[in-house]
Structure formats: structure tokens, C-alpha cells
């Protein structure tokens, strides 16, 4: 207890004397982090700075690293489950390596946190987008900003609905895990894009590769984890706001969060964050793209309780979204399409507006966390439960002057899971669980059909277990899940209701072996697999897809595809100097879903094309490779490049629809002017997308017109941190498209139709605010 | 610690029940509507000779189907060289009674256009259109039309419905640009 009063007491000072403690800002700090008494590496202890506002994760081996620290007293918090919560108070002046050990809980403490480690514990191919590249990439969309991670795409209609691909596999066969809980929105299609707010994040990871043994069934290509920071408990407020403006539609965005930690309830802190975002029709070069609008309003709350050995939060969010669809897209048949993909210029000719008409969605996806954690000598336990309700509206282009919905689609989920994170037994580690999942799909009464209602509960358990020897780490795992659905389907000429059970089940394993070869080089491998149940749509589809003209068909005797993947990875790191990544990946899909093209099906509007939910086997492969180097201490060079080969094994020919080969390359020179203006930067980035020649040989009778022809676009940046009165505001103007780029994406669904957006000077501001000490003037 | 593991236990417990009880039944799918159908466009034709005809191109299902239903496409059987009024009618026949689509058209005239297209366009077995009525603006809208039928022989017409097109003087669907709300191609007899 004395020791937490001293803590804030140094605080205090620290706040009030933090803006004149740095001299020169280029110190790097090597950081490990041990046991107590065996002296051994404490692996995935989360660290947090308070004067930087930084958070650090220790690796297997123990080591963090604090890069371009300025001179000044810093005091440093450790978290690790089962260990005491550890404060350190330390002077920086020069380069350091400094050691710190933590002690295992064995009485009472006044404060232990136990953190969600179960995303930690992974031996995986991964990479992540840290706070800075966040901010620096604030205002966009989720799956635009994955677009900087190397290896993933992006699957997009136009500039505002945007879906990360990672290896080529999107939708459902990637999971995304929205602050633990897995996002359960309705993915059905490509103009379907995950509908959370990217400025919850403090931290996004991209697992590639099939991570079925931790995350359940669907991560077949991987996982993106979106996490935010950990609540703060400290006494106190905090906080920051984030503002941008995009010129090319005119869109501001505008967000922010509020935090505080309690003075007489010790441990309990609460955050509350907002964001809104409106936009209007977005410029093509030489033209508006007609109804394009984007307007978003997403808020969230946390309420967090942390003691000795016990730990409870609240978390609720709520996304709200509404989404213009590019009216030239939407077209009545096949000939409408053809010419409409034919016009050399948008057939729809319409100015600037900020208002949204059909054809267009409405989303709205709201998330209740509830999330207890306790642990004793036997290792921490939590039990998380979650409810997520999804509410699709989508508005056709119609006849009558309704102001209703055609589809109005609801996905009730509930989830569970208890998991028990052993404490060390030799050198072993790890953790078992079990998964449980509800969940409910449904229309409502007068909408026309899209997906029948179904329900679904699912259990799985698992089992994780790793193990180290020396600098050697091994990772082995195994689950398995069961889901039941019950789908309640219309058929024939009068819509009767036929109700269809299907049970499906399945194992799942992972082995992940991790070198450490020397401090600054690393290799991984794992060997892994995943299944999927065919979802609602593939099972049932039977209509229209309006931007497409198609009919697609679905197949109820559709199997479950089961991927197997292999990926090695190798990182090289030289500090200041050099960092090199280079990671390669083969992945068998069993029973791959795809749509084949089928008869012609006559309709009031003429003949159209019909296309069938059919399997084949996949073989995809793979390679992303990225080098930094830095050419002087201030001027960084970049290279990245990434490169699919996705065959059908059955008809021995390439897989329609994967990212094209691509690279990327850039010069960042980052520079501190003075005391006040700290990482002034400036750099450009060129991106180059190849034509993807790697399609099928039947691709003219399912696709038209061919792939887009290979581009270039080059991306311009400058910004600058400067400290006020102790905070770091940052301030960056981005430049997207600098030529105004005429450009198409094979990924994109409006390639059919219009060009890939102009210029977009994009504003940025970021304001933190911190204050430890207004409370305690006694 | 013991407390701490009831705790657990009992918190597990609740929540489960909670987990279990949310259950509800309405997942029943109730029957899709498909809305604004159209099944059936109608040609009513006559003359001052005392034809009256219809004919009739009818696609039973609509796009939520898997099955188009029953299809009906009559031949339009006219007299060679003579002229005929038409006027073009849509129906819901998935209603009971069915349902008039064609005074909702006629409401947005102006944002509707019929097309009509002969194969051949001249010739026998041909038709050639005009005099087609106007929309609100003064602008084609072809819901009311002359059919001038050319000599003797076969052919087909198109009848192609457009929403929101782009271009109202166009003679072509491609042209017109908007969305088409039917295509309907009929069989011609001329003798």
C-alpha cells in the first residue's frame, strides 16, 4: 500500500517536471525481463511506459527493446498473469541494457493484473501494426489499413467498403477478433465489410495460416486481432483525440477517448471512446462517383476492475454504419452490365454530396463483453462471455417511394469461453479450454429472401502446450469443435419451409517449433490446420446478386473445407541498421468452395447467368518478404513484395479471384529538430500491383473483362510529433495517389465500372492528454 | 482461495443459465417476399377492324427462387400490312388477386420507358413502332404504341422496361443506359 502512495507521489513530480528532462532523444534501451529466483525468461509480460504512453511485450526470450527514448526518469509497469505487479522507477542517459525480475504472487498483494494471455501464446506466422502505424493510418476503414501489412490485401467496392484478404483467403475464411471476441458479423459477400471501428486499436496483429487450434473453426487463412490498450486503473485521468480529413470526398473524421482511474476505489478505472466519420461521393480522376457517401457513428465503454488476483470488466460497443453503393454499379440484367462495363466514362454523371440515396446499407453491430479473471498458485483462470447482435439493412434500388429496407437481416451471437492458463510445471507451459457458441440468424417478415433463418450452437475444447529448451521453443495443440445448425429454408414454386439439420465436427491441430538462433535472429516454423462448415449461403443462396447480374446457387450437400497449412518464417534484425523478414507458406484446402458457372436461368428481365456453389481442392502458395535498412542513422529505405500462387488441384488451372503479385518500396528520412519537434518526418512509398495473369482458362465465361493491367501508385507523407506541455501531438499530412493515378484493382468489385479513387490529401492530428497529479493537491 | 473458486463457480453458473435461456423460436423463416415482382407484361391489341387480342409473356418465379415456375410466352399472330393500337400492361400474378403494376409505371412515367425492337426491322416478318405516348415531360415513355406490321413472314419484338434511364430519346436499351425492370421477347407471325 506504501508502496503504490510513493509511486503516485513520484508520478506527481514526474508529470510536473516531465517536459524538461530531455536532451537528445536517440537512446535504445535492451530490456529482459526474468523470474525472481530461477533467473528464468519471463515471456509475454506486457509492459507499459507512462511517460512515453507506450506499451512493450516481452519476447521468449525475456527481451523488450525501447528505441529513440529521450533522457529522463521513466518509471516502467510490468504485467505478467501469476506475477506480482512490478513498478520500476528508472534514469536514462545513455545506452543500457538493464534487467528486470518479476516474482511469482505467493500472498496478498494490493495490486496483481492478470492479462488476456491467450492471444500472446502463439507460435505463428505474424505481423503487427503498432500505435504509431495506427495513427498513422487513422480514419480509414479496417481492411484499408491491413492493406500496409505484408502479405495481406484487400477486397474491395470502391473506396469505402473494404474487406482484408490474407494468402488470398478472405470473408469467412478469416476470423477477426475484435478486443478478444470474435467477430461475428454477416460476411456474406464481397460488399460485406467487418464493421468495427479501427480506433479501438492499440495494437493489430495478423496471424497467417491456418490457426484453427486457438481460434476456432473459420481461421483458415488467419486471424487479424484488434486490440485496444488495457484500461487504466491508475489513479488519474487520460486521453486523447484524434482528428482527420480526407479531401478527396471531403471527409472528416473526429475521435475520442476518455479515461480515469479512481482515487477511493482502488483498481476500478473506466474509458469511455467515440468516433464519427462522414464522407460524401468520392473523386475518380475526372469524375464523382455517384453515391459513394459514407457517414459512421461508433461508441464504446469500459469499465475495468482490477485487484489481487481477481479482475472484472465491462465492455460494450456499438458501430453504426451507413454506406452508399456506387449507383452505376447496380444494373437490371446482363445487358445493362455489359454496357455499363463497356462506357468508357460512368454512365451516371452527378456531383459532390454529402447525402447517401439508394442503393445502400445500413449496419449496425453492438458487442457486450463481460470478462472475469482469477488466479492462484494453480495458474489464472478467465471466463469470458460475450453477446453480439448484427443488424444488416439493405436498400435496393426500387419502384415505389418506400422508405423501407428490402433485407433486413439480424445475427444474434453468444459466446463463451473458460480458459485455465497452467503455471509452469518444469518447462512446460499452457493452457486449456472450452468454447461454447449460440447463435441465431434471421429476416423479417416481408423481405425477400437472401439467407433462411437458421440457429446454430457449437462447443469446442482445447488444449495448448509448450515447451522450451534453451533456445529452442516447441508448441503443440489440439481442439475440437462441434457445431449444429438448424436452417429453416423456403423451396419450390410456394416457399415452403423445410427444415434441414446439419451436425458437423471436426479436430484440430497445431505444431510451431521457434528458434532463437542468436539474440537478433529468429526462425519459425508451424504446421497447422482449420475446417469451416459451409456457411447459410452457400448452402441455400438462390438469387440475384444485384452488382454482378448473376444468379448464384447454393448446394446443401456441401462438406466442410478442411485446410492444412505450412508456413516458415525467419526474421534478422540489426538494431538502427537493418531488419529483414522473409516468409514462406504452402496451403492445402480440402473441399475448397467455389462458384462454377452453370445453365443460363430465364427470368422477367431476360436470360441470366447462374453460378453454383461447387468444392474442388486448393493448393495455394506463397512468399512475403520485407527488408528495412537504414541507407544513414535518419534516412530508412523499404522493401516489401508478396506473391500468390493459388492453383485448383482438380482442374489442374489457376483459382479465379486471388491478389496479383505485388511490391512495394519507400524512403522515410526521420529527423528531431529540437526538444519540442520530435520525429519530424518525411518519405514517399510506391506501390506496384502486377496484372494478375494467373487465372483460369475458362475465366471468359465467368468473368468479364480480363484483369486490370498492372500500376503504379506513389503515396507522399510528412509529419512531426511535438511535445506540448509533456504530451506528444502528432500531426502528419498524407498524400494519396499523388498523380491522380488512372487505375483499376482486380479486388475491387467496381472495377468493372470506375477507376480506383484520385488524389487524397489526407490531415491528421492526434492530441494525448495525461494528467496523474490534479487530484492530489493534499 | 477456496472462496475464490466458489465465486468462480457460482458467476460460471449463472452465466450458463443465461447463456441457455436467451433461446427464443422466432427463427422460423417467414415467406420471402419478393418485392416488386413483376411475372407477366400484356399486350393488349386492337384495331378499328375489331381486332382485340392479348398476349401474354409470363416468367412465373421471381429472383428468390430457384425455379423459374411456369413460363409462358405467347406468339404475337398479326394480319401483314396493317396497323395495329397496343398498350402494354404489367402484372403480379404471384398475388391473389393479382396485381396491377402498370398504374404504378404510369405514376413515374418519367422515370420509366417501354423500348420495342424488331428482328427483323424491316421487311416481312417485321414491325415498325410509333406514335408511343409521352411521359410527363413531354418525353417517350411508350406505354400506349402503334405496331405497324410489315408483309408476311416471322420475326421476333423485344419489349424491354427501363428504370431511371439515362438517356429518354434512346431506341435502344444499351443506349438508354438506367436498369432494366423487364425484357420480354415474343415470337412474331405475320400473315
Known amino acids: 500500500m506504501n508502496r503504490v502512495l510513493v509511486t503516485i507521489g513520484v508520478w506527481l513530480c514526474i508529470g510536473l517536471h516531465y517536459a524538461g528532462a530531455q536532451d537528445s532523444c536517440n537512446i535504445t534501451v535492451e530490456c529482459r525481463v526474468v523470474e525472481t529466483h530461477n533467473l528464468q525468461p519471463l515471456f509475454a509480460v506486457s509492459v507499459y511506459i507512462d511517460e512515453m504512453k507506450r506499451e512493450f511485450e516481452t519476447d521468449e526470450d525475456g527481451r523488450f527493446q525501447i528505441a529513440n527514448a529521450c533522457a529522463g526518469t521513466y518509471h516502467i509497469h510490468f504485467h505478467a498473469a501469476g506475477y506480482e505487479h512490478l513498478v520500476k522507477e528508472v534514469k536514462l542517459e545513455a545506452n543500457a541494457i538493464l534487467r528486470f525480475s518479476l516474482a511469482h504472487i505467493n500472498k496478498e498483494l494490493d495490486e496483481v493484473v492478470v492479462a488476456d494471455e491467450r492471444t500472446k501464446i502463439i507460435i505463428q506466422s505474424k505481423s503487427s501494426m503498432k500505435r504509431a502505424d495506427i495513427t498513422a493510418n487513422s480514419g480509414k476503414t479496417l481492411g484499408d489499413m491491413l492493406q500496409g501489412v505484408n502479405g495481406v490485401s484487400v477486397l474491395s467496392n470502391g473506396a469505402t467498403i473494404a474487406k482484408p484478404v490474407i494468402h488470398g483467403l478472405y470473408g469467412n475464411r478469416i476470423i477477426i477478433l475484435n478486443n478478444g471476441i470474435r467477430q461475428e458479423d454477416q460476411q456474406w459477400g464481397g460488399e460485406h465489410a467487418p464493421n468495427i471501428d479501427p480506433f479501438l486499436a492499440n495494437n493489430i496483429t495478423v496471424l497467417k495460416g491456418a490457426s484453427g487450434v486457438r481460434y476456432g473453426t473459420d481461421a483458415i487463412g488467419g486471424v487479424v486481432l484488434v486490440e485496444p490498450s488495457a484500461v487504466r486503473t491508475m489513479q488519474g485521468w487520460g486521453g486523447e483525440v484524434n482528428l482527420a480529413g480526407f479531401s478527396n470526398n471531403r471527409m472528416g473524421v473526429a475521435s475520442a477517448v476518455v479515461e480515469h482511474g479512481f482515487k477511493y476505489i482502488k483498481g476500478l478505472g473506466v474509458r469511455l471512446q467515440g468516433t464519427f466519420k462522414q464522407g460524401g461521393n468520392y473523386r475518380i480522376p475526372g469524375y464523382w462517383a455517384a453515391n459513394t457517401g459514407t457517414e459512421e457513428n461508433n461508441y464504446s465503454a469500459t469499465v475495468a476492475y482490477k485487484r489481487a488476483h481477481f479482475g472484472a470488466e465491462v465492455f460494450y460497443s456499438h458501430f453504426n454504419t451507413q454506406l452508399g453503393v456506387y449507383r452505376g454499379a447496380h444494373t437490371g440484367n446482363q445487358a445493362d452490365l455489359m454496357a455499363a462495363i463497356d462506357s468508357d466514362t460512368p454512365r451516371i454523371h452527378t456531383g459532390f454530396t454529402y447525402s447517401i440515396d439508394r442503393p445502400m446499407q445500413q449496419v449496425q453491430h453492438d458487442l457486450l463483453k463481460l470478462k472475469l479473471n482469477t488466479d492462484n498458485r494453480a495458474g489464472a483462470f478467465s471466463l469470458v462471455y460475450a453477446y453480439q447482435h448484427n443488424y444488416r439493412q439493405e436498400y435496393d434500388v426500387i419502384r415505389s417511394n418506400s422508405d423501407k429496407a428490402q433485407l433486413n437481416l439480424t445475427l444474434n451471437t453468444q459466446t463463451m469461453n473458460l480458459n485455465f492458463d497452467h503455471k509452469a510445471i518444469g518447462d512446460f507451459t499452457g493452457q486449456a479450454g472450452i468454447d461454447g457458441v449460440y447463435q441465431e440468424n434471421f429476416m423479417q417478415d416481408g423481405d425477400r429472401l437472401f439467407i433462411p433463418n437458421y440457429r446454430s450452437p457449437g462447443v469446442a475444447v482445447y488444449i495448448i502446450e509448450r515447451y522450451r529448451f534453451r533456445k529452442l521453443t516447441l508448441e503443440a495443440g489440439l481442439r475440437y469443435d462441434y457445431r449444429h445448425y438448424e436452417v429453416y429454408n423456403p423451396e419450390g414454386n410456394n416457399q415452403t419451409i423445410v427444415r434441414y439439420d446439419f451436425d458437423y465436427s471436426n479436430a484440430s491441430g497445431t505444431i510451431g517449433l521457434r528458434h532463437k538462433v542468436k539474440p537478433n535472429w529468429e526462425w519459425t516454423v508451424t504446421l497447422a490446420n482449420a475446417w469451416r462448415a459451409p456457411q447459410a449461403n452457400e448452402l441455400f443462396s438462390a438469387g440475384l446478386h444485384h452488382g454482378s447480374a448473376r444468379i448464384e446457387l447454393g448446394d446443401k450437400n456441401l462438406q466442410p473445407e478442411k485446410a492444412y497449412s505450412l508456413n516458415f518464417e525467419t526474421a534478422y534484425n540489426v538494431p538502427e541498421k537493418l531488419h529483414v523478414e522473409l516468409s514462406l507458406y504452402t496451403q492445402y484446402i480440402n473441399d475448397f468452395i467455389y ?86 518526418f518525411a518519405g514517399i512509398d510506391g506501390r506496384y500491383i502486377l496484372r494478375q495473369w494467373r487465372i483460369p482458362a475458362n475465366f471468359d465465361m465467368v468473368d468479364y473483362p480480363r ?72 | 482461495m477456496k472462496n475464490n473458486m466458489m465465486k468462480y463457480a457460482l458467476i460460471a453458473a449463472i452465466a450458463t443459465v443465461f447463456f441457455i435461456a436467451c433461446k427464443k423460436d422466432e427463427v422460423i423463416t417467414p415467406t420471402p417476399v419478393e418485392q416488386e415482382l413483376i411475372t407477366t407484361l400484356r399486350l393488349t391489341v386492337t384495331n378499328n377492324e375489331g381486332f382485340n387480342k392479348t398476349f401474354i409473356y409470363k416468367v412465373e418465379n421471381g429472383f428468390g427462387s430457384t425455379t423459374q415456375g411456369i413460363v409462358t410466352k405467347d406468339d404475337i399472330v398479326l394480319a401483314s400490312d396493317k396497323q395495329y393500337d397496343v398498350e402494354v400492361q404489367l402484372l403480379n400474378e404471384k398475388k391473389t388477386p393479382s396485381e396491377d403494376i402498370t398504374e404504378e409505371v404510369k405514376a413515374e412515367s418519367n422515370d420509366h420507358l417501354f423500348l420495342f425492337q424488331s428482328v427483323p426491322a424491316a421487311g416481312s416478318g417485321s414491325i415498325t413502332f410509333n406514335e408511343g405516348n409521352k411521359d410527363g415531360n413531354g418525353n417517350a415513355f411508350n406505354q400506349k404504341i402503334k405496331f405497324k406490321a410489315g408483309g408476311a413472314g416471322t420475326g421476333a419484338v423485344t419489349i424491354t422496361l427501363k428504370h431511371e434511364p439515362t438517356d429518354k430519346a434512346a431506341a435502344t436499351p444499351d443506349a438508354a443506359g438506367g436498369e432494366t425492370d423487364v425484357e420480354a421477347v415474343f415470337n412474331v407471325k405475320l400473315q
Open chain 1, 595 to 680: 462458384l462454377s458457372p452453370g445453365a443460363d436461368v430465364l427470368t422477367i428481365r431476360g436470360y441470366f447467368k447462374s453460378f453454383n456453389y461447387k468444392q474442388t481442392n486448393a493448393w495455394l502458395n506463397g512468399a512475403d518478404a520485407s527488408v528495412k535498412y537504414n541507407i544513414t542513422k535518419p534516412l530508412e529505405a523499404h522493401l516489401k513484395a508478396s506473391f500468390l500462387f493459388a492453383r485448383d488441384i482438380k482442374q489442374n488451372d489457376w483459382l479465379i479471384l486471388m491478389p496479383a503479385d505485388r511490391i512495394s518500396a519507400g524512403v522515410k528520412y526521420t529527423f528531431n529538430i529540437s526538444k519540442t519537434f520530435r520525429e519530424v
Open chain 1, 707 to 778: 484483369p486490370p493491367a498492372d500500376y503504379i501508385v506513389l503515396d507522399a507523407e510528412a509529419g512531426t510529433t511535438i511535445i506540448l506541455n509533456g504530451h506528444p501531438v502528432y500531426f502528419s499530412v498524407t498524400v494519396m495517389n499523388a498523380l491522380n493515378k488512372q487505375y483499376r484493382d482486380y479486388l475491387d468489385a467496381f472495377r468493372y465500372f470506375i477507376n480506383q479513387p484520385g488524389t487524397n490529401v489526407v490531415l491528421r492530428l492526434r492530441v494525448p492528454f495525461n494528467f496523474y497529479g490534479l487530484i492530489s493537491k493534499n
